[in-house]
């Protein structure tokens, strides 16, 4: 699944909004100021994608090209909310009208032909707009799985096929860890376990307690289901049944939930308690693979059973040794585990992911890692061009691997309309610096903090002014090129090509450059002009110099 190009008619601030991407490549990096449209556009492939899969009109007007499984599709969506599919024939290379209901056509594994497998949606911020769009798949999902197998069709469902769009929520993190440490045997899953050891300092899994409670759909009244789970039924019921065998010491209490600050009501609760890895080893097995026992987790929280799980890891010596809960992971620990738990245990083939800011609480030497990282959980290299990963993110260290074509830069001209174009340059081996300063966010200082580069301003224009300078701006001087010595600045008078262009571009250098902070495109185009001129006049006298 390789998105290669979209355009939007007119939905929030996208109008004729158009992106190509590069699909050559599993990555897509959107960039730009905040408010942009970034996070729309996420949200606008997120509806495309499921109103597809639920066979609903289109959103709104819109032209998608893709490739799927070694095919290429379009789908043009009009206002009126009606779809054209069209299949690229390889022969004459032209597009061709198919019907819908061959675009709808699943293989014999139940994978659609001409879809995505999976759309996988994360948003790491407190709005639950993206969340929202997920909504519906999600119930049909809860619906199935807490149905036992006898009141289902005769004919075998996957699951997963009625949740072809996935949300991540924070407790799919824990998830994550917890089947990290199945599959003892496999040798990946021995690999992704060193990766634990080396980046995130977890040892290996100390113990579980699944504490679960009575669901709101729990009656007493209630017919049929298992009676130690308030007569919970299907796969849900099968996981608990599978837990409680292993835990020790099944126990049962009324405990209090925090509702508001006045009633914090008794909610009838059971605590099942795993001691060691080997317990839930053994539940894993009835599974087999550690995408199928990840499902059997997350089961309890959809069906609303589960109220909370107490995950204890064992830590390296590097790190004191000693056990903490998944809670005391750090906020970027837990945001790792989340996002590359979901690459590992839910991806397929033809898989797009759409995340928003999955990197906001990473340190430097993560972020910078970051794209690796992923590489290294969703397999790439196996799963050739099955996969496209589009996020955003506002961290300049993750650029710092990217060539131009795999980046998005969002900018906003003056009326408010929003275009989408790929960088100048390539980001990888601009250096931090240089990446700051160009059109990825042009930042005029490149990073430097804006009192020192409003001194060194001032000591540029006075230092290359030709006239002599009055007592008054002698002694400005003096002051701002100590205190910029005091930072380990020096001023330079040895390169006398440099020199030259200083003086040349203090001359000419327009006064609302100084004073912005963040430069527009047009002004980042101006100066990238004024600058290549300066160059070429000092290159011309230079040469008649000679």
């Not at 709104?60 to 690229?88: K, N, P, T, W």
């Not at 199945?182 to 021995?190: K, L, P, S, T, W």
């Not at 250096?431 to 540029?460: M, N, V």
Request: charged content about 30%; some cysteine.
């Amino acid at each position: 699944m390789r998105l290669d190009k979209v355009t939007i008619g007119d939905w929030k601030n996208l109008k004729d909004f158009h992106v190509d991407f590069d699909e050559e490549s599993p990555y897509t990096v959107l960039v730009g100021e905040n408010g942009a449209g970034k996070s729309n556009l996420i949200e606008a492939l997120t509806l495309i994608f499921r109103n597809l899969d639920l066979d609903l009109p289109a959103p709104f007007d819109y032209q998608l090209q893709y490739r799927c499984r070694a095919q290429s599709i379009r789908v043009v969506a009009g206002a009126d909310g009606g779809l054209r599919f069209e299949l690229l024939d390889q022969e004459n290379g032209s597009f061709k009208e198919i019907s819908k209901r061959r675009f709808m056509e699943v293989d014999a594994a139940g994978k659609p032909l001409f879809r995505p497998a999976f759309v996988f949606g994360y948003y790491s911020g407190p709005s639950d707009r993206l969340a929202s769009l997920y909504e519906e798949h999600r119930r049909r999902y809860y619906r199935l799985i807490i149905q036992p197998q006898s009141k289902r069709d005769a004919k075998p469902v996957d699951s997963n096929a009625l949740r072809r769009l996935f949300y991540a929520q924070t407790l799919h993190g824990q998830f994550a860890l917890l089947a990290f440490f199945m599959d003892q045997e496999n040798g990946a899953g021995a690999e992704d376990r060193e990766f634990l050891r080396e980046h995130l300092q977890i040892e290996g899994l100390d113990s579980v307690l699944f504490a679960l409670k009575r669901p709101p759909w729990f009656t007493t009244g209630k017919k049929g289901g298992d009676p130690r789970f308030w007569k919970a039924e299907g796969e849900v019921r099968d996981f608990l049944d599978r837990l409680y065998s292993a835990a020790l010491l099944p126990m049962r209490m009324d405990r209090r939930i925090p509702i508001d600050l006045q009633k914090d009501p008794l909610v009838e609760s059971l605590y099942l308690f795993l001691p060691n890895s080997a317990a839930l080893e053994s539940v894993y097995r009835s599974y087999g693979s550690q995408y199928s026992f990840f499902t059997a987790l997350e089961s309890t929280y959809i069906s609303k059973v589960l109220a909370e799980v107490r995950t204890r890891v064992r830590m390296t010596e590097a790190v004191g040794g000693g056990a903490v809960t998944y809670r005391d992971l750090s906020e970027g620990e837990q945001q790792l585990l989340l996002v590359l738990g979901l690459l590992k245990f839910t991806a397929e083939d033809e898989a797009l992911f759409l995340l928003d800011e999955p990197d906001t609480h990473l340190n430097p030497a993560w972020s910078t890692q970051y794209l690796e990282f992923l590489d290294r959980f969703i397999q790439l290299k196996k799963r050739g061009e099955t996969c496209h990963i589009i996020m955003t993110s506002h961290d300049p260290l993750v650029f710092s691997r990217l060539e131009r074509t795999e980046v998005q830069v969002f900018v906003r001209d003056k009326q408010g309309h929003v275009s989408a174009q790929q960088p100048a340059q390539d980001p990888r081996g601009m250096g931090i610096e240089a990446i700051l300063s160009s059109d990825l966010f042009r930042l005029r200082s490149g990073g430097l903090d804006l009192p020192t580069q409003r001194d060194l301003d001032i000591q540029r224009r006075l230092s290359m002014k030709e006239e002599p300078l009055t007592e008054q701006e002698r002694q400005e001087l003096k002051v701002v090129t100590e205190r910029l010595d005091g930072l380990g600045f020096w001023r330079s008078g040895q390169d006398k090509l440099f020199e030259l262009f200083l003086q040349k571009w203090t001359e000419r250098e327009r006064p609302e450059w100084r004073q912005a902070v963040e430069l527009t495109p047009e002004q980042l185009h101006d100066r990238e002009k004024l600058a290549a001129d300066i160059v070429a006049e000092i290159s011309v006298g230079g040469s008649e110099n000679t």
